[in-house]
Nanobody, 124 residues
Framework: QVQLVESGGGLVQAGGSLRLSCAASGLSFSRYTMGWFRQAPGKEREFVAHISWSGDNGDYADSVKGRFTVSRDNAKKTVYLQMNSLKPEDTAVYYC?????????????????WGQGAQVTVSS
């Protein structure tokens, strides 16, 4: 069955960096657009970034643009989210998601597969 497993979360001070990884299995990874979303306590899940199946293009939420970078390694079936200059408001559970041949979207309902989430906590 399809599995998306996030790793790399943790506690970091404001201004620090973390890199999340999402390892996929059970799907043809290179045919999926991959997205990252996050959900803070008491808030709705929100879009963070997505990257096309080829890795050639993607997009970011305005709140993370210039600080976060999404990338992928199709040979390793893994997508990454490099997070720099972290802020306390970045604290959330981060989820990766997969959208089969998707055009790249902010709409979480378009993603058919989801990971279990990784906690990122940024202290001030």
């Amino acid at each position: 069955q399809v599995q998306l497993v996030e790793s790399g979360g943790g506690l970091v001070q404001a201004g620090g960096s973390l890199r999340l990884s999402c390892a996929a299995s059970g799907l043809s990874f290179s045919r999926y657009t991959m997205g990252w979303f996050r959900q803070a306590p008491g808030k709705e899940r929100e879009f963070v970034a997505h990257i096309s199946w080829s890795g050639d293009n993607g997009d970011y939420a305005d709140s993370v643009k210039g600080r976060f970078t999404v990338s992928r390694d199709n040979a390793k079936k893994t997508v990454y989210l490099q997070m720099n200059s972290l802020k306390p408001e970045d604290t959330a559970v981060y989820y990766c998601a997969a959208d089969f041949l998707g055009p790249g979207t902010y709409d979480s309902s378009k993603y058919g597969y989801w990971g279990q989430g990784a906690q990122v906590t940024v202290s001030s």
